[in-house]
């Protein structure tokens, strides 16, 4: 009964290399989201897509491209990977209640680390 | 652009003893406050919300709209309550535009 899902949890690269993480919620929320975690545990948003609508891009490189077939899934697709990009990414998914509203809580994965060497 | 601030990156108290985790904020507007909680091998997840007015595990946070600062208060600290707390703003209230403070790692010692 997981809410939010991401796969994998662990992740090894060579640099250049391209990589995929998966993230869906069986929640039924409209909104899903990247974050970024870096070494010293600072959380930053990358994306946010809401019924499968970009709605959030941070300045984020274009090597990285999200995606969401269906407002229960937000991929994200990392080209030409570099030694930077080396950190644990938290999918999260939030319920909207009218008016563009929502009620402020998130919902995260559990994380998936991405180790660049 | 709004900001936030947790100055202290570690946070060592012993257990009984009372805890306060710092957050202070930049935001021209009227914003909501939260705190998440991050336990060891669990995932990210909200504490409380400023808008609430609540107590979650003997936790609780005042917003102070003159000092912009949110902190979190527990009166007697538990060993079960060490983890990592992230302080966020909203602008609107809304998860859309969640701003995350950098975290404070609370640790509770016998």
């Known amino acids: 009964d997981t809410a939010v899902s991401q796969t994998p949890k662990y992740l090894v690269t060579q640099m250049g290399n391209d990589k995929s993480i998966k993230c869906e919620q069986n929640?039924?929320?409209?909104?899903m989201y990247w974050y970024k975690q870096d070494s010293k545990k600072f959380l930053k948003i990358m994306f946010s897509?809401?019924?499968?609508?970009?709605?959030i891009n941070e300045t984020v490189p274009n090597r990285f491209s999200p995606k969401s077939p269906d407002k229960a899934h937000l991929n994200l697709h990392i080209n030409s990977l570099e030694l930077g990009d080396s950190a644990v990414y938290f999918c999260?998914?939030?319920?909207?209640?009218?008016?563009?509203?929502?009620?402020?809580?998130?919902?995260f994965g559990e994380g998936s680390r991405l180790t660049v060497l | 652009a709004q900001r936030v601030t947790q100055p202290e990156k570690l946070l060592s108290v012993f257990k009984g003893a009372p805890v306060e985790l710092k957050c202070n904020y930049s935001?021209?507007?009227?914003?909501?406050l939260f705190w998440y909680v991050q336990y060891s091998r669990q995932r990210l997840q909200l504490l409380l919300r400023?808008?609430s007015r609540e107590s979650i595990k003997g936790f609780t946070a005042d917003l102070n709209k003159g000092e912009t600062s949110f902190h979190l208060k527990k009166p007697f600290a538990q060993e079960e309550d060490s983890a990592m707390y992230y302080c966020?703003?909203?602008?609107?209230?809304?998860?859309?535009?969640?701003?995350f403070g950098t975290g404070t790692r609370l640790q509770v010692t016998l």
């Open positions: 999260a998914s939030s319920q909207d209640i009218g008016g563009g509203k929502n009620t402020g809580e998130l919902f």
């Open positions: 929640l039924g929320h409209d909104t």
């Open positions: 897509y809401n019924n499968k609508e970009l709605i």
């Open positions: 935001y021209s507007g009227s914003p909501e």
């Open positions: 400023h808008i």
């Open positions: 966020a703003l909203s602008p609107t209230g809304t998860a859309s535009k969640l701003t």
